[in-house]
């Protein structure tokens, strides 16, 4: 509470009071703390294991200095020497009275040193999966800013102006092709009109030619009838006019 109340106060000071209430900046913040309360309790953890060790080395003292005790007071007993091996004994008593509150005290302490270490283990976890949860809401958080900015970009579009002026476009080029299609109908008419005037005028020389070539065999011959290309009315005559012209004369000489 106190750290928190102190990063508020440095924030209102260097005025980053809203940067420290960025979401992401916050979940960096919760991870850096779990991890700092991660080394203490492993630092305590180490100090109890080793305070635990120390014990347990007493302990094999004590219980390797009682044996000797009762080797000695052996040793003794078998001189002769009774009352150095009860003196022995009653030293031996002392410390066996004291090696049992040693043995009890270290039962306690390998009690603790398990469950901090369980603790730890548990801590290890926990801290994994803060961490895990943290990087999956900055992604949220990634996602949502970029959500945030389309919809600001969207909110600026206008699609009423452009539907109608892409109405506008389709109708005239309708129009326009609709009026490409009469043209070409006008002249594909026009082509196929003159397409019938040639044949019919060939229909009628193919006649006459053949009405000359009957009456010459039978002796009908007529005088020859000379023809005499029509004048031109206009100054100037088209390149189609003078095709035509130019092949009308070649099917009468024919």
């Known amino acids: ?8 106060l440095r924030a209102l000071i260097f005025g980053t009071l809203d940067k420290l209430e960025n979401p992401e900046i916050i ?16 630092e305590r953890a180490v100090q109890a294991i080793t ?7 007493l302990v094999d003292r004590e219980e390797k200095m009682a044996r000797d005790l009762e080797g000695k007071a052996t040793l003794a007993l078998k001189q002769g020497n009774r009352e150095l091996a009860l003196t022995l004994l009653r030293e ?11 043995k009890a005290s270290l039962a306690k302490a390998e009690e603790t040193v398990d469950a901090i270490k369980t603790a730890i283990r548990r801590e290890d976890e926990t801290i994994r999966v803060r961490t895990a949860e943290a990087l ?9 800013q970029i959500q945030i900015e ?13 539907t109608q002026s892409f109405g506008r476009a389709q109708e005239r080029i309708q129009s326009m092709r609709s009026e490409a299609d ?7 008419t026009s082509v196929n009109a003159r397409l019938a005037s040639l044949d019919d005028a060939q229909v009628d020389m193919e006649a006459e030619k053949a009405l000359q070539d009957l009456e010459a065999k039978l002796g009908m011959t007529a005088a020859p009838v000379t023809t005499t290309p029509a004048v031109a009315t206009a100054s100037q005559e088209s390149d189609i006019d003078r095709q035509l012209r130019e092949l009308e004369q070649k099917l009468n000489q024919q």
Not at 1 to 8: F, I, V
Not at 182 to 188: C, F, G, K
């Open 182 to 188: 009469a043209r070409a109908e006008i002249a594909s």
């Open 51 to 57: 305070q635990k060790n120390n014990l347990l080395s």
């Open 1 to 8: 509470m106190l750290k928190r109340m102190y990063r508020y």
């Open 150 to 162: 389309i919809n600001k970009a969207l909110e600026g579009f206008n699609f009423e102006d452009t």
């Open 92 to 102: 031996k008593g002392t410390r066996d009275s004291s090696l049992q509150q040693l």
């Open 27 to 42: 979940l960096d913040e919760a991870v850096r703390e779990m991890k700092e309360s991660q080394v203490k309790n492993r």
């Open 136 to 144: 999956r809401l900055k992604t949220d958080l990634k996602q949502s």
